[in-house]
């Protein structure tokens, strides 16, 4: 075949060829011809890719530096081990968007190929907007509003509305008054929500949700157009907070109905296209719930008991979050934190998942990722910065 036939090819049907490859060979595609470079960098193809593109993993290891890691899955059922097919794509150094030597990055959310990213220690308001594919960043504006006191509490989330398109950052900020001697929670008596419109280069403030307390060391969990996130209310029950990214306004449903004990581990994820809680309580198994039916409380099903014994047994202190159920049934989970792991149908067993060279790692997060072309200068009014 030769190049005349490319050549002469319409755009649009270049455009569905190369958006079927796999994200390395669409990179060294960019260097075959500069049609082809400019034409992989229109927004048509990336709207056609990503309309294409599955979820990856994102995983990010605080070691001497931090070091994130694009991924993806090889799923066949003819693998004997899912642990060891991950296909790398991208690695970025933490410090290529951020000058500081210390400090830690958190991965609060991910939206069609697009990472929001907090930095802990240092600097804890600093929020970035990053894309690792097309190697751009913008750092955020801090919030006007950033009077706190201690014990605060802050929260974020990131997703794209339904209907307008729009990306969206939210900032849920809360003071807590709690009893001295038993730590209970007895009043809010200061809340604020805020958003940032990726476009807008500003900060405003939202209408107030209902009362909740929201987990500092969660972020929110997107779907359909919302953001979720595990609350307790002031009666210390569980619920599951809703933001809608389109018409800015909360409301909230209830968990599955879980068994009474003195404390709850809990956290929720996106798994395949359902919401799923994870709950970690018992010393001996993690058991996952799926809601079947968006928004139907009724729905909640106990899909996955999985054993911790003998590896994982024992009181746990972090919460568990199921990534990917294979096709054989094999289960992708991260333990908040510390490391991957992995539950084989098989044999029923889970083990620690090692698909890095051997290194210290002094904390690790990990997420699902769809990873697209989707350019951040789209934002005209944004300081977007390369690396």
Partial sequence: MNQEFFTNLPSEI????LSRLPIRNIIISKCVCKPWLNLLETPEFAKSHLSKSVPGLVVYREMATGIFNILEFEESLELEN???HYNPVVELDRRAFSSLPYGCIGIQGSANGLLLLREFNTQ????YVCNPITREYIELPSPKWMACSYPTIVT???GVSKMSGEYKVVRIYHECIRDPSTHALMSIPKSEYQIYTLGTGSWRRIILGDCFEYNCRSSGVFLNGNLHWLVADLKDSSLISCLNLETELFSSFCTPTLPERSRFLG???VLGDCLCLCDNT???E???WVMKEYGVETSWTKEFVISKIPDFAGESHEVVS?????????ILMWWEDFSLFYYCNKSKTARKLDMFEQETCWRLDAMLHTSSFVSLKSFVIENVNSF
């Fill in 14 to 17: 270049i455009i569905n060829i």
């Fill in 82 to 84: 899912h642990e060891l």
């Fill in 124 to 127: 804890p308001n600093a929020l």
């Fill in 156 to 158: 974020y989330g990131f």
């Fill in 267 to 269: 956290g929720i994820v």
């Fill in 282 to 284: 018992s010393e001996n």
């Fill in 286 to 288: 993690i058991v996952i």
């Fill in 322 to 330: 199921p990534l990917k159920v294979f096709r054989d049934g094999d």
